[in-house]
């Protein structure tokens, strides 16, 4: 799969309701969930060819990218389940829902051609897990096209193949083993959705600093040399899609920033501007040889700063949650950056990412210690 790296952020229509980093967060859901069944599905297609010799992989840019930096969707399928001497092609889907009437399958997925010459994909299967109901289904499109009827599906602006519930959820198999799955998807679901909020809590620190310059006349610098002020611009022009005309000379700047005396939230801004900048830029070989050192010592920064509990400390005048969202914010887009850099630049002294969240030292304890405080809030 080939990609413009010249055109890394373009406008695309998929993504223009939606900020950039709240694009990359509805993408990772699904990437979550993809890389927590691997394994699990691969038993499953063992199950089914018990004879054969079984392999099963992320397809495609797939296996390296979990959202595409100029937006759109990839054509890949979701999965490669090499079987003997012959592939086939996985597509997956879930649900968290249980109030659900039609299951819908994309037409793309489903049918090859139009009119009379559509027929279902050949060498193809889905595989669907009912999250709620820790139950599971594989079938072809085949089957989807004679239980399902075509429909318009709002939420997808498209047409889609639309099966009832009943005839659905009589293919649902339970599987006790998706119990921890699906208890990792919803641990790692909700670490996302929390360190994304980090960003509404910039826009609204940034929104009060600048208010106040009319509401009571107080002044705003933007200091030469300086970290806050380096966030600040990079955060303003991110949010006007602006970018900096000198923007490789940023980055290299930017990185001279990066100490051993830094604090977690330090981190985040610096990450924050990585990334920014990261997304605007094709790289010489001095700044990718740069990039790639600080990326591997910011995370093992982080890691130093993980304690016992599932919380990340690093200062004791921030509290531990917004501490432990700096930590999280901050291995998001780190882990993204190391993808994105394996796939566009070919850079073999990263490790890739398996799962996403895979550098949080304790991903339950850390989801469990987030609960509790929410609860206690």
């Not at 092609?89 to 819908?104: A, G, M, N, P």
């Not at 009832?164 to 909700?190: M, T, V």
């Not at 106040?212 to 610098?221: A, M, N, R, S």
């Amino acid at each position: 799969m080939k990609l413009d790296r010249k055109t890394i952020y373009a406008q695309s229509s998929d993504i223009k309701s939606r900020t950039y980093l709240e694009y990359r967060k509805d993408m990772k859901k699904k990437a979550i969930a993809e890389l927590e069944i691997i394994e699990w599905l691969e038993g499953k297609v063992k199950g089914l060819y018990p004879h054969e010799e079984v392999k099963v992989y992320k397809s495609g840019g797939d296996k390296f990218l979990w959202f595409l930096r100029k937006g759109g969707i990839s054509r890949e399928p979701d999965f490669i389940a090499e079987v003997g001497d012959k592939k086939i092609e996985f597509e997956f889907q879930y649900t968290d829902r249980t109030d659900l009437k039609f299951y819908d399958f994309k037409v793309s997925k489903v049918v090859r051609g139009r009119g009379k010459n559509r027929r279902p994909i050949e060498n193809k299967l889905f595989i669907y897990i009912h999250k709620p109901l820790q139950k599971y289904a594989i079938f072809g499109p085949d089957w989807v096209t004679k239980k399902g009827q075509l429909g318009m599906v709002e939420a997808w602006r498209s047409y889609a193949f639309r099966v009832p519930k009943d005839d659905f959820e009589k293919l649902l198999k339970y599987d006790k083993s998706l119990n921890q799955i699906c208890e990792n998807i919803e641990a790692k679901n909700y670490l996302l959705n929390f360190q994304h909020e980090l960003i509404d809590i910039n826009k609204e620190r940034l929104s009060h600093l600048l208010q106040g310059v009319i509401d009571e006349k107080k002044i705003v610098k933007i200091i030469p040399n300086d970290l806050e002020s380096f966030f600040r611009v990079c955060f303003i022009l991110d949010s006007i899609d602006k970018i900096p005309k000198n923007a490789n000379l940023w980055l290299v700047y930017l990185l001279s920033y990066i100490r051993d005396d830094l604090k977690l939230e330090e981190i985040s801004k610096i990450v924050y501007c990585i990334d920014f900048l990261y997304s605007k830029i094709k790289l010489k070989q001095n700044e990718l040889d740069q990039l790639v050192r600080k990326v591997v010592d910011l995370l093992e920064k982080i890691k130093g700063f993980y304690k016992e509990d599932g919380s990340y400390r690093s200062s004791l005048k921030s509290s531990p949650l917004e501490e432990t969202r700096y930590a999280l914010f901050s291995i998001n887009l780190l882990e993204d950056l190391i993808q994105d850099i394996i796939f566009y630049y070919g850079v073999e002294d990263l490790k890739p990412i398996k799962k996403i969240f895979e550098n949080v030292a304790d991903v339950k304890r850390t989801y469990m210690l987030l609960k509790s405080e929410s609860s206690d809030t």
